[in-house]
């Protein structure tokens, strides 16, 4: 059993940086992707960004790249999400979820756990 809680959203100006973390508990953390989605009201979840068991590869939405950092920490079982650039309209829950496997894994199917999620809010 994997147990996963986000932590580090919050307010932000737009334009601002937050930087989220997913503390994970459980054995298989080290072996596994982990990655981050996000739902804001009214909408689907979307995939954010996702990095290998080992942190050598990530992936991104195109929304996100060149201004979000996905990274991992496999001694401290955690991994975060640096966000910069913020815009409005990412304001949503923030999801971490850990692998069904190694790579990197862009859909939610391929997610086996979840944390309960994080708010961000990005104002104007």
């Known amino acids: 059993q994997v147990h996963l809680e986000e932590s580090g959203g919050g307010l932000v100006q737009a334009g601002g940086s937050l930087r989220l973390s997913c503390a994970a508990s459980?054995?298989?953390?080290?072996?596994?992707?982990m990655g981050w989605f996000r739902q804001a009201p009214g909408k689907e979840r979307d995939f954010v960004a996702t990095i290998n068991w080992s942190g050598s590869n990530t992936n991104y939405a195109d929304s996100v790249k060149g201004r979000f950092t996905i990274s991992r920490d496999n001694v401290r079982n955690t991994v975060y999400l640096q966000m910069n650039s913020l815009k409005t309209e990412e304001t949503a829950v923030y999801y971490c979820?850990?692998?069904?496997?190694?790579?990197?894994?862009?859909?939610?199917?391929?997610?086996?756990?979840w944390g309960p999620g994080t708010q961000v809010t990005v104002s104007s």
């Open positions: 979820a850990s692998g069904r496997v190694g790579w990197t894994l862009t859909k939610e199917s391929d997610y086996g756990y």
């Open positions: 459980g054995p298989i953390f080290s072996g596994s992707a």
